[in-house]
């Protein structure tokens, strides 16, 4: 048997460098520094936009910011890098020439947890990775599953592109475990359940989760990526070290998943996955929709019977056809996980959806807001703009390369008014504003007293961007909070003139 402090020996005295100063960069250069590395970590910019990532180090990192310094590489041992980070940026490419290994941080994360399982596999644990990706409702499906697994008394650890770094959940847990470094009993769940993005796709070597889900493909991150192709080949890479004991999770309704299914998945010289699917549209094996019903079809399961039905849609708290999606994806990785119906089921009446994925925002003389910020990509707007009619919508932000003519159909059908904000708001107008009401507005605030002017009782106010943040927030989560608190000032300054109003009467 491996012993893990022989597999986890590889990171002692080792010099390593991070790249990249956030959430993923500081979890990863904890996790190396507690694991007897000597870790720098590295950031282009300066020490003072840093200085909430910085407190967090330990002691024993060091830090360089403002740059990133060719001699820092040129004696590293290894060189792990956060997702942020291209892959392809010259540094690295001059490491990769002198044989220096570059592994990303959800690499890392991987090399760590199968080192500690080679030793739980003596103590029969047998912890496995669920990887869930796609360009659309990762995060909701991610906590979805683990929900589930949860609600059904498995043991489990939550991490990756949903926010939490899976570096830093595995040091904390180990911290909690035995006070130091890397602990024993918390390193050993049962499923680690992780959100990945095509980022960290990127720059894997070994990482082969035992299920993996493909939710979706559209264009996104064109800004990063050469064409679609590129991005696709970046996202189905989360099966490319599975053999056929692990399984896959397919949106059979998915024109890009089509093609993937057909190119990738059906070479005789390759051992493949197990492949299963769920549709709103038709009968699969896997989990589908029917007549409002979603069925369960998995003979190979240990199931009460191999084809039944699950739930209903309107049982469902969370809704939206995305969100159906989300819930034919989640249920049918949990069920492949060993995840019993009746957990699933609980869970799905229950759980309420995620904050800035059409989260309601509150209303305002009869008007719904709900924040979608978390909608960075024309794939998510369309998913959203088919849950409402009569919507006032607010877009734009930092342009990703993202082609907005495919929304003219809905917003034609769907949007009384389009109000533009960011530094896409020209490229956004010049492909939609023929098509309906369009106005120009400064900043969030002004977004939001437009679409109050433009809006009547029972129409909704939609925050979905279809861009990214960062040219006006400091993410998609601050711009999702400062929309709800200017929702929450718009309502208690129009309840507060509609009293002065009605006391003028008397």
Known sequence: MIQVEDKLNIFKDKNIVVVGLARSGTGAANLLSSLGAGVTITDSKSGNSLATYIEKLLPSVKVVTGGNPPEIFDSADMVVISPGVPSTAPALERARVKGIPVIGELELAYQVIRGKRQEAKGKGQKPAFIG???????????MLVDLMMKEAGFKTLLGGNIGIALTEEILKKGARGKGQGVGEEDMSPDYVVAEISSFQLETIHEFRPQVAAILNITPDHLDRYKNMEEYVDAKVRIFENQTREDFLVLNADDP???????????????????????????????????????????????????????????EIKIQGVHNVENAMAASLTALIAGCPPESIINVLRDFPGLEHRLEFAGEVNGIRFINDSKGTNVGAVLKSLEGFDNVILIMGGLDKGSDFSLLKDLVRQRVKALILIGKAKDRIAEALGGITETLIADDLQAAVDLSLSKASAGDTVLLSPGCASFDMFQDFEDRGRKFKETVRLAGATRRVARTEKINDKH
């Open 132 to 142: 869930i990706t796609g360009t659309n409702g990762k995060s909701t499906t991610t």
């Open 256 to 314: 890009e998943l089509e093609k993937v299914r057909s190119e990738k998945l059906e070479v005789g010289s390759k051992e493949l996955p197990e492949t299963i699917y769920f549709s709103r549209r038709k009968e699969v094996k896997g989990v589908y929709l029917k007549e409002g019903m979603i069925y369960c079809n998995l003979s190979h399961v240990s199931l009460p019977t191999s084809h039944f039905p699950l739930i209903s849609q309107n």
